[in-house]
């Protein structure tokens, strides 16, 4: 099966810094990408959709110029959290699809954040 | 406006006894896709089924099967004979078809004890 990887799978940050967290498609071409934001015991809620090549679309609510989404080649996606605060605390997750072969969505491990 | 409800937050059950989860949806497409997922305490979601709107088989895999009425806009799924590694939080997804998102629902934490 296609497979996902998020880099890094956790990461520990200070109030005032950026983060950047990368996903990749392994195997397959990801024509467009999605980024979703889960805080504790919550779902997956959807902040942005990236298409290769073009700029992200971004959910209402998601503040587009603290989450900069970065999708330039066809198997990378990155994630950017500018000035980070400890309310940006979450669980990151990525999925992947290529909308040429089967537009299945296919998830990343997630990537923790912790801002102190 | 779509949505999916998972009205049971939380569920616990003895190991070996039947459970079921109960997915609603609502949606205006007559074309879409429902999914479940499974996320361990990992974080990792697994994929367990994707199904086509169009197809209202009943699906068993193993110990899973799954229960799709559109009549009732139902996606429910049934674990037979649960064990401990069932233990998850377990959900449902409804697909977009005009931008392929998901849209997920509140989940439904499982607890089987041994």
């Known amino acids: 099966g296609a497979v996902v990887s998020q880099h890094p799978s956790w990461v520990i940050c200070k109030s005032g810094t950026s983060v950047k967290i990368e996903c990749r498609s392994l195997d397959f071409q990801a024509t467009t990408m999605f980024w979703y934001r889960q805080f504790p015991k919550q779902s997956l809620m959807l902040m942005a959709t990236?298409?290769?090549?073009?700029?992200?679309?971004?959910e209402q609510g998601v503040e587009k110029d603290k989450f900069l989404i970065n999708h330039a080649s066809l198997t990378l996606s990155t994630l950017t959290v500018t000035s980070a605060h400890p309310e940006d605390s979450s669980f990151y997750i990525c999925?992947?699809?290529?909308?040429?072969?089967?537009?299945?969505?296919?998830f990343g491990p997630g990537t923790r954040l912790t801002v102190t | 406006a779509q949505k999916v409800t998972q009205a049971q937050t939380e569920i616990s059950v003895v190991e070996k006894e039947d459970v079921t989860l109960d997915c609603v949806y609502e949606t205006r497409d007559t074309t879409y896709y429902l999914f479940w997922y499974k996320q361990p305490p990992s974080g990792e979601l697994v994929f367990l089924i994707r199904r086509n709107s169009f197809d209202e088989q009943n699906e068993i895999s193993g110990r899973y099967s799954w229960n799709f009425q559109k009549s009732t806009s139902s996606f429910n799924f049934t674990i037979t004979a649960s064990q401990v590694v069932d233990s998850a939080v377990y959900f449902c997804?409804?697909?977009?078809?005009?931008?392929?998102?998901?849209?997920f629902g509140t989940g439904t934490r499982l607890q089987v004890f041994p």
């Open positions: 999925s992947a699809m290529s909308r040429v072969d089967s537009y299945e969505q296919y």
């Open positions: 997804a409804l697909s977009d078809p005009n931008t392929d998102k998901l849209i």
């Open positions: 990236s298409n290769e090549g073009s700029k992200a679309t971004y």
